[in-house]
């Protein structure tokens, strides 16, 4: 036996001790701490449709655009320290530009909002998009920017029972529309 192999056979022996001590203990400290689950995501129907129409009326020749919440992606956090929810959301929108449009654009508002386990809502937040039409399309679809919301709560382990909202932010009118036609 050449001294190499001699201290290669020791260094195993002593890597396996090393495991077989950490498996007697019960915890590894190379493993990462468990961590919470992301709150569920939902794309409420009667928010997730947009029709805008050109004054007061609800013909099909007066919709200046129509938009569509197709989804999204996102993604969670927790900072276990300070106790705090980071959620990471990007929208991802189509629109259709209507007979009565006037230029080749639309703009419109979309929430995200945060509603814990007892059902009401503890942060929301608006945010303007001005989605641009191909000169020679009148369809277009649109992903946002990432939108962050940094939520402290008072146990992060319950952070998987509160639940993610998103939808367009609706006048009492173009919601009643959404109801009253329903949101395919």
């Not at 020749?61 to 569509?68: L, Q, R, S, W, Y």
């Not at 009492?172 to 529309?177: S, W």
């Amino acid at each position: 036996m050449t001294i190499g192999n001699g201290l290669r056979r020791v260094c195993a022996f002593g890597m396996v001790s090393l495991g077989g001590l950490l498996a007697a203990c019960g915890t590894n400290p190379f493993e990462e701490a468990p961590v919470p689950a992301c709150p569920a995501a939902y794309l409420p129907k009667d928010t997730a449709k947009l029709v805008q129409f050109n004054g007061t009326g609800k013909d099909l020749t007066d919709v200046v655009f129509e938009a569509e919440l197709n989804g999204y992606d996102g993604d969670c956090g927790y900072d276990l320290d300070d106790g705090v929810l980071n959620v990471i959301i990007s929208p991802v929108i189509t629109g259709e530009l209507g007979p009565a449009a006037q230029n080749r654009s639309a703009s419109f508002k979309y929430f995200v909002a945060l509603r814990d386990p007892d059902g009401n809502f503890v942060e929301k937040s608006v945010f303007d998009v001005n989605m641009p039409f191909p000169e020679n399309l009148n369809l277009a679809r649109y992903r946002d920017e990432q939108v962050t919301l940094n939520v402290p709560l008072a146990d992060v382990w319950a952070g998987p029972d509160f639940e993610i909202y998103m939808g367009f932010q609706l006048s009492a009118d173009q919601l009643e529309y959404n109801r009253r036609f329903g949101s395919e």
